[in-house]
C-alpha cells in the first residue's frame, strides 16, 4: 500500500480530543466513581476494562482504518505480522531484573509489592492494549515515513510522555516525575515500545513488552 501524506488536522484533532477527554476522566471523573466504590474489582473493571478502552483503543482503531492510506503499516497487517518473540525475550527478562534491582530489599528478599492488589492486574492486562493501541497503531503509525523514523518516534515519545500528565497530577506526583528524572524512563521506553513497532510492522510487540515492563515494576516489591 503506498503511503499518502496525512493531513495534520485530523492528527492533532485526535489527540487533542482525546487528551482532553482523558484528562477529565482522571483528574475529576474517576476519583468520583472510586470514591462510591468500595470494590477495587468493579473499579479497576469500569475505569481501565472499559472506559480506558472507549477513550483510546476503540477510536485508535477506527482512525486507522479511517486513514488507512495514510499508515505506515497497514491496519490489518499490523494485527497479523509474524513475531519471532524469542527476539523480544531478553528485553522481558530485563525488565524484572530491572524492577528487582530498583526495588530496595527487606530482610534480603524480594517478594511482592506491599500495596499490590490482586485487582491490579485488571489494569495491568488492558494499560498496554490501549496505550499501545493509540500512541503506535495510530500516531506513530500516521507519521512515520522511511526517512523520519527516529524523528518520528522522538516526538512519539513526547506525546506518550503527556498522555500520564493527568494521572501524574491526579497523584500528585507530577513534580516528583520531573525532578527525580522518572520521566526519563516514560520516554526510554516509548522509543523502545515505538522501535519494536518499526522492527516488527506488529502491535503486539509493544503491547506484550508493554505489559511485561508494568507488571514487573508493579508486582515486585
Same mark, same amino acid.
Request: proline letters at 5%; hydrophobic letters at 55%.
Given at each position: #500500500?503506498?503511503?499518502?501524506?496525512?493531513? +495534520?488536522?485530523?492528527? &492533532?484533532?485526535? =489527540?487533542?480530543? $482525546?487528551?482532553?477527554?482523558?484528562?477529565?476522566?482522571?483528574? *475529576?471523573?474517576?476519583? +468520583? #466513581?472510586? !470514591?462510591? +466504590? !468500595?470494590?477495587?474489582? &468493579?473499579?479497576?473493571?469500569?475505569?481501565?476494562? @472499559?472506559?480506558?478502552? /472507549?477513550?483510546?483503543t476503540l477510536p485508535a482503531f477506527w482512525l486507522m482504518g479511517r486513514y488507512e492510506p495514510h499508515l505506515y503499516v497497514p491496519r490489518k497487517e499490523l494485527l497479523t505480522a509474524k513475531v519471532n518473540?524469542?527476539?523480544? $525475550?531478553?528485553? #522481558? %527478562?530485563? =525488565?524484572?531484573?530491572f524492577a528487582i534491582l530498583c526495588t530496595p530489599a527487606e530482610d534480603g528478599r524480594i517478594g511482592i509489592a506491599a500495596d499490590f492488589h490482586p485487582s491490579d492486574f485488571v489494569w495491568l492486562a488492558?494499560?498496554?492494549?490501549?496505550?499501545?493501541? =493509540?500512541?503506535?497503531? *495510530?500516531?506513530?503509525?500516521?507519521?512515520?515515513?522511511?526517512?523520519?523514523?527516529?524523528?518520528? @518516534?522522538? /516526538?512519539?515519545? &513526547?506525546?506518550?510522555?503527556?498522555?500520564?500528565?493527568?494521572?501524574?497530577?491526579?497523584?500528585?506526583? =507530577?513534580?516528583?516525575?520531573?525532578? !527525580?528524572?522518572?520521566?526519563?524512563? @516514560?520516554?526510554?521506553? !516509548?522509543? +523502545?515500545?515505538?522501535?519494536?513497532?518499526?522492527?516488527?510492522?506488529?502491535?503486539?510487540?509493544? %503491547? %506484550?513488552?508493554?505489559?511485561?515492563?508494568?507488571?514487573?515494576?508493579? %508486582?515486585?516489591?
Amino acid at each position: #500500500m503506498k503511503q499518502n501524506n496525512i493531513p +495534520l488536522k485530523p492528527l &492533532l484533532l485526535s =489527540f487533542a480530543v $482525546l487528551y482532553g477527554i482523558w484528562a477529565v476522566w482522571e483528574l *475529576w471523573l474517576n476519583p +468520583l #466513581m472510586t !470514591s462510591h +466504590l !468500595s470494590n477495587p474489582w &468493579l473499579s479497576n473493571l469500569l475505569g481501565d476494562g @472499559i472506559v480506558k478502552n /472507549l477513550v483510546w483503543t476503540l477510536p485508535a482503531f477506527w482512525l486507522m482504518g479511517r486513514y488507512e492510506p495514510h499508515l505506515y503499516v497497514p491496519r490489518k497487517e499490523l494485527l497479523t505480522a509474524k513475531v519471532n518473540w524469542l527476539k523480544w $525475550l531478553p528485553w #522481558m %527478562v530485563g =525488565f524484572v531484573v530491572f524492577a528487582i534491582l530498583c526495588t530496595p530489599a527487606e530482610d534480603g528478599r524480594i517478594g511482592i509489592a506491599a500495596d499490590f492488589h490482586p485487582s491490579d492486574f485488571v489494569w495491568l492486562a488492558v494499560v498496554g492494549i490501549t496505550e499501545e493501541s =493509540f500512541a503506535r497503531g *495510530w500516531l506513530l503509525n500516521a507519521t512515520l515515513r522511511e526517512d523520519n523514523k527516529w524523528k518520528a @518516534i522522538f /516526538l512519539n515519545a &513526547l506525546a506518550f510522555l503527556a498522555i500520564h500528565f493527568p494521572i501524574w497530577i491526579h497523584k500528585g506526583i =507530577f513534580v516528583t516525575a520531573f525532578t !527525580s528524572f522518572g520521566f526519563v524512563t @516514560i520516554l526510554l521506553l !516509548s522509543i +523502545l515500545f515505538s522501535w519494536s513497532f518499526v522492527k516488527t510492522r506488529s502491535i503486539a510487540v509493544p %503491547v %506484550v513488552l508493554h505489559v511485561v515492563y508494568d507488571l514487573a515494576v508493579t %508486582v515486585i516489591g
